[in-house]
Protein backbone atom coordinates (compact mmCIF):
# COMPACT_ATOMS: atom_id res chain seq x y z
CA UNK A 1 0.00 0.00 0.00
CA UNK A 2 1.54 3.06 -1.23
CA UNK A 3 2.05 5.99 1.84
CA UNK A 4 -0.03 9.13 1.82
CA UNK A 5 1.96 10.92 4.60
CA UNK A 6 3.11 13.73 2.42
CA UNK A 7 -0.17 14.31 0.72
CA UNK A 8 -2.50 13.90 4.56
CA UNK A 9 0.93 16.88 5.64
CA UNK A 10 -0.44 19.00 2.76
CA UNK A 11 -3.59 18.51 3.40
CA UNK A 12 -3.32 19.34 7.03
CA UNK A 13 -1.52 22.41 5.58
CA UNK A 14 -5.10 23.63 3.93
CA UNK A 15 -7.00 22.92 6.34
CA UNK A 16 -5.01 25.57 8.48
CA UNK A 17 -4.86 28.00 5.61
CA UNK A 18 -8.59 27.44 4.71
CA UNK A 19 -9.56 27.99 8.61
CA UNK A 20 -7.57 31.14 9.03
CA UNK A 21 -10.44 32.97 6.10
CA UNK A 22 -13.38 30.95 7.36
CA UNK A 23 -12.73 32.03 11.24
CA UNK A 24 -12.39 35.39 10.41
CA UNK A 25 -15.80 35.50 8.17
CA UNK A 26 -17.41 33.12 11.03
CA UNK A 27 -20.00 36.12 11.81
CA UNK A 28 -18.87 38.87 10.41
CA UNK A 29 -21.23 41.39 10.02
CA UNK A 30 -20.65 42.37 6.02
CA UNK A 31 -20.69 38.18 5.34
CA UNK A 32 -22.04 38.07 1.78
CA UNK A 33 -24.58 35.74 0.78
CA UNK A 34 -26.15 34.55 -2.46
CA UNK A 35 -28.29 31.67 -3.70
CA UNK A 36 -27.15 29.04 -6.01
CA UNK A 37 -29.24 27.77 -9.00
CA UNK A 38 -29.70 24.81 -6.95
CA UNK A 39 -31.69 27.01 -4.03
CA UNK A 40 -28.75 25.98 -1.71
CA UNK A 41 -26.73 29.37 0.26
CA UNK A 42 -23.00 30.18 -0.73
CA UNK A 43 -21.26 32.91 1.21
CA UNK A 44 -17.93 34.73 0.17
CA UNK A 45 -16.35 32.64 2.39
CA UNK A 46 -17.30 29.58 0.69
CA UNK A 47 -15.77 30.64 -2.14
CA UNK A 48 -12.44 32.18 -1.16
CA UNK A 49 -11.45 29.21 1.06
CA UNK A 50 -11.95 27.21 -1.93
CA UNK A 51 -10.36 29.34 -4.66
CA UNK A 52 -7.22 29.52 -1.68
CA UNK A 53 -7.14 25.85 -1.86
CA UNK A 54 -7.32 25.48 -4.97
CA UNK A 55 -4.12 28.06 -5.54
CA UNK A 56 -1.96 26.05 -3.38
CA UNK A 57 -2.68 22.81 -5.00
CA UNK A 58 -2.41 24.46 -8.53
CA UNK A 59 1.49 25.07 -7.44
CA UNK A 60 2.48 22.08 -5.26
CA UNK A 61 0.46 19.26 -7.31
CA UNK A 62 -0.12 20.58 -10.40
CA UNK A 63 -0.72 17.53 -12.02
CA UNK A 64 -3.65 16.45 -9.46
CA UNK A 65 -7.42 17.30 -10.66
CA UNK A 66 -10.02 19.19 -8.34
CA UNK A 67 -13.12 19.27 -7.84
CA UNK A 68 -14.77 21.38 -5.74
CA UNK A 69 -18.31 22.52 -4.46
CA UNK A 70 -17.55 26.19 -5.48
CA UNK A 71 -15.73 25.81 -8.93
CA UNK A 72 -16.20 22.69 -10.16
CA UNK A 73 -14.89 19.92 -11.66
CA UNK A 74 -15.84 16.00 -12.87
CA UNK A 75 -14.71 13.10 -11.85
CA UNK A 76 -10.84 12.51 -13.28
CA UNK A 77 -8.87 9.18 -12.94
CA UNK A 78 -5.93 9.02 -11.12
CA UNK A 79 -5.35 11.84 -8.25
CA UNK A 80 -8.31 14.14 -7.30
CA UNK A 81 -8.48 16.53 -4.81
CA UNK A 82 -12.39 16.76 -3.25
CA UNK A 83 -12.96 20.11 -1.52
CA UNK A 84 -16.08 20.94 0.37
CA UNK A 85 -15.14 24.49 1.48
CA UNK A 86 -17.41 25.09 3.92
CA UNK A 87 -19.69 21.70 4.25
CA UNK A 88 -23.14 23.28 6.82
CA UNK A 89 -22.58 26.43 5.21
CA UNK A 90 -26.61 27.09 6.55
CA UNK A 91 -25.36 26.96 10.07
CA UNK A 92 -22.06 29.23 9.35
CA UNK A 93 -24.39 31.99 7.91
CA UNK A 94 -26.92 31.81 10.94
CA UNK A 95 -23.75 31.54 13.18
CA UNK A 96 -24.12 28.47 14.47
CA UNK A 97 -20.86 26.40 14.81
CA UNK A 98 -21.44 23.52 13.12
CA UNK A 99 -19.31 23.49 9.82
CA UNK A 100 -16.02 22.71 8.41
CA UNK A 101 -13.98 22.07 5.39
CA UNK A 102 -13.80 18.79 3.77
CA UNK A 103 -10.47 18.54 2.27
CA UNK A 104 -10.21 14.49 0.50
CA UNK A 105 -7.53 12.90 -1.79
CA UNK A 106 -9.45 10.33 -3.75
CA UNK A 107 -6.84 7.85 -6.21
CA UNK A 108 -8.74 6.09 -8.81
CA UNK A 109 -12.08 7.64 -7.30
CA UNK A 110 -11.12 6.24 -3.80
CA UNK A 111 -10.80 8.67 -0.89
CA UNK A 112 -6.88 7.73 0.61
CA UNK A 113 -6.85 11.00 2.55
CA UNK A 114 -9.18 12.85 4.53
CA UNK A 115 -9.08 15.85 6.73
CA UNK A 116 -12.23 17.70 8.29
CA UNK A 117 -11.44 20.83 10.22
CA UNK A 118 -14.13 22.82 12.17
CA UNK A 119 -12.92 25.54 13.63
CA UNK A 120 -15.85 27.03 15.23
CA UNK A 121 -15.66 23.28 17.32
CA UNK A 122 -12.06 23.39 17.91
CA UNK A 123 -11.91 20.10 16.77
CA UNK A 124 -10.08 18.39 13.53
CA UNK A 125 -10.27 14.92 12.66
CA UNK A 126 -7.78 13.45 9.91
CA UNK A 127 -6.68 10.03 8.13
CA UNK A 128 -4.74 8.48 5.44
CA UNK A 129 -5.38 5.03 4.16
CA UNK A 130 -3.48 2.43 6.73
CA UNK A 131 -2.11 5.44 9.32
CA UNK A 132 -5.28 5.14 11.38
CA UNK A 133 -7.48 7.97 11.77
CA UNK A 134 -7.30 10.93 14.57
CA UNK A 135 -8.39 14.33 16.25
CA UNK A 136 -7.61 16.83 18.43
CA UNK A 137 -8.54 20.05 19.49
CA UNK A 138 -6.15 23.30 20.07
CA UNK A 139 -3.38 22.48 22.49
CA UNK A 140 -4.26 18.82 22.79
CA UNK A 141 -2.37 15.63 21.64
CA UNK A 142 -3.79 13.79 18.58
CA UNK A 143 -5.80 10.42 19.50
CA UNK A 144 -6.14 7.67 17.97
CA UNK A 145 -10.42 7.14 16.89
CA UNK A 146 -11.92 4.20 17.38
CA UNK A 147 -15.05 3.12 16.40
CA UNK A 148 -17.90 1.71 19.23
CA UNK A 149 -18.19 -1.78 20.05
CA UNK A 150 -21.54 -1.69 19.79
CA UNK A 151 -23.59 -4.77 18.76
CA UNK A 152 -27.32 -4.78 19.17
CA UNK A 153 -29.30 -2.11 17.45
CA UNK A 154 -31.25 -1.41 20.81
CA UNK A 155 -28.24 -0.32 21.92
CA UNK A 156 -27.46 1.97 19.20
CA UNK A 157 -27.08 5.62 19.16
CA UNK A 158 -28.29 6.96 15.12
CA UNK A 159 -28.33 10.40 13.50
CA UNK A 160 -30.04 10.59 10.76
CA UNK A 161 -29.38 14.32 9.51
CA UNK A 162 -32.20 16.04 7.97
CA UNK A 163 -35.64 14.36 7.90
CA UNK A 164 -37.16 15.92 4.97
CA UNK A 165 -34.45 14.43 2.38
CA UNK A 166 -35.65 10.34 3.81
CA UNK A 167 -39.18 12.26 3.39
CA UNK A 168 -38.65 13.21 -0.21
CA UNK A 169 -36.63 9.86 -1.14
CA UNK A 170 -39.65 7.89 0.59
CA UNK A 171 -37.60 6.35 2.86
CA UNK A 172 -39.68 7.66 6.20
CA UNK A 173 -41.03 4.42 6.95
CA UNK A 174 -37.39 2.73 6.91
CA UNK A 175 -35.94 5.59 8.83
CA UNK A 176 -39.17 5.15 11.65
CA UNK A 177 -38.24 1.91 11.45
CA UNK A 178 -34.88 2.06 12.19
CA UNK A 179 -35.26 5.02 15.16
CA UNK A 180 -37.99 2.78 16.70
CA UNK A 181 -35.71 0.17 16.78
CA UNK A 182 -32.34 1.73 17.88
CA UNK A 183 -31.87 2.89 21.88
CA UNK A 184 -31.32 6.92 20.54
CA UNK A 185 -32.38 8.93 17.38
CA UNK A 186 -31.12 12.49 16.19
CA UNK A 187 -30.44 14.66 13.77
CA UNK A 188 -27.00 16.04 14.59
CA UNK A 189 -26.39 16.69 11.18
CA UNK A 190 -23.83 17.50 8.28
CA UNK A 191 -19.88 16.20 8.75
CA UNK A 192 -20.49 16.31 13.07
CA UNK A 193 -22.33 12.69 12.53
CA UNK A 194 -20.10 10.93 10.94
CA UNK A 195 -16.75 12.03 12.90
CA UNK A 196 -18.75 10.99 16.06
CA UNK A 197 -19.11 7.51 14.47
CA UNK A 198 -15.44 7.59 13.95
CA UNK A 199 -15.05 8.90 17.64
CA UNK A 200 -17.26 5.77 18.89
CA UNK A 201 -20.20 7.90 20.20
CA UNK A 202 -22.74 7.32 17.68
CA UNK A 203 -22.50 4.13 16.12
CA UNK A 204 -24.82 4.52 12.92
CA UNK A 205 -24.92 7.95 10.78
CA UNK A 206 -27.03 7.86 7.46
CA UNK A 207 -28.54 10.27 4.81
CA UNK A 208 -29.95 11.14 1.66
CA UNK A 209 -29.49 13.82 -1.08
CA UNK A 210 -25.53 13.97 -1.00
CA UNK A 211 -22.41 15.47 -3.32
CA UNK A 212 -19.41 13.40 -3.58
CA UNK A 213 -17.67 16.63 -1.60
CA UNK A 214 -19.74 16.04 1.72
CA UNK A 215 -18.56 12.67 2.19
CA UNK A 216 -15.20 12.13 0.38
CA UNK A 217 -13.45 13.23 3.13
CA UNK A 218 -15.91 11.54 5.70
CA UNK A 219 -14.66 8.19 4.43
CA UNK A 220 -11.23 7.47 5.43
CA UNK A 221 -11.68 8.70 9.13
CA UNK A 222 -14.81 6.31 9.38
CA UNK A 223 -12.71 3.48 7.47
CA UNK A 224 -9.50 4.09 9.33
CA UNK A 225 -11.31 4.30 13.04
CA UNK A 226 -12.26 0.46 12.42
CA UNK A 227 -15.56 1.63 11.23
CA UNK A 228 -17.34 0.92 7.57
CA UNK A 229 -19.08 3.15 5.20
CA UNK A 230 -21.39 2.88 1.81
CA UNK A 231 -24.45 3.98 0.47
CA UNK A 232 -27.53 2.97 1.82
CA UNK A 233 -27.96 0.20 -0.60
CA UNK A 234 -24.74 -0.97 0.64
CA UNK A 235 -22.87 0.09 -2.79
CA UNK A 236 -19.79 1.84 -3.15
CA UNK A 237 -19.32 5.77 -1.78
CA UNK A 238 -18.63 8.65 -2.28
CA UNK A 239 -20.12 8.78 -5.63
CA UNK A 240 -23.86 7.79 -4.59
CA UNK A 241 -26.42 10.02 -3.39
CA UNK A 242 -26.48 8.89 0.00
CA UNK A 243 -24.83 7.49 2.86
CA UNK A 244 -24.40 5.49 5.72
CA UNK A 245 -21.24 4.97 8.31
CA UNK A 246 -21.93 2.79 11.25
CA UNK A 247 -19.01 1.20 13.52
CA UNK A 248 -19.11 -1.87 11.26
CA UNK A 249 -20.35 -3.98 14.03
CA UNK A 250 -24.39 -2.81 12.91
CA UNK A 251 -23.78 -2.34 9.20
CA UNK A 252 -25.15 -5.33 7.77
CA UNK A 253 -28.27 -5.83 10.51
CA UNK A 254 -28.73 -1.84 9.77
CA UNK A 255 -28.99 -2.24 6.01
CA UNK A 256 -30.99 -5.67 6.87
CA UNK A 257 -33.58 -3.44 8.37
CA UNK A 258 -33.95 -0.31 6.49
CA UNK A 259 -34.33 -2.75 3.11
CA UNK A 260 -36.95 -5.10 4.94
CA UNK A 261 -39.74 -2.06 4.41
CA UNK A 262 -41.41 -1.33 1.63
CA UNK A 263 -40.31 2.35 0.18
CA UNK A 264 -42.94 4.72 0.84
CA UNK A 265 -45.73 5.42 -2.03
CA UNK A 266 -45.76 8.66 -3.70
CA UNK A 267 -47.24 11.33 -1.81
Known amino acids: MPSHDDDLALALRLADAADAVSRQRFRAQDLTVETKPDRTPV ?23 VLGEEFGGGRQPGRQWIVD ?29 GVVSAPALHRRWWAAQGSGAWAASPDEEPQLLQASRVRDLADAY ?56 DVAALVPIVQEAGGRFTSLEGGDVPWASTALATN ?6 VLDLLHSHPVDPPR
Do not use: K
Request: hydrophobic content about 45%.
Open 43 to 65: TDADRAVEQGIRDVLAEERPDDA
Open 85 to 113: PIDGTTNFLRGQPVWATLIALAVDGVPVV
Open 158 to 213: VSYNALQYWDSAGWLGRLLALTRTAWRARALGDFWSYMLVAEGQLDVAGEHDLQVY
Open 248 to 253: GLLHDP
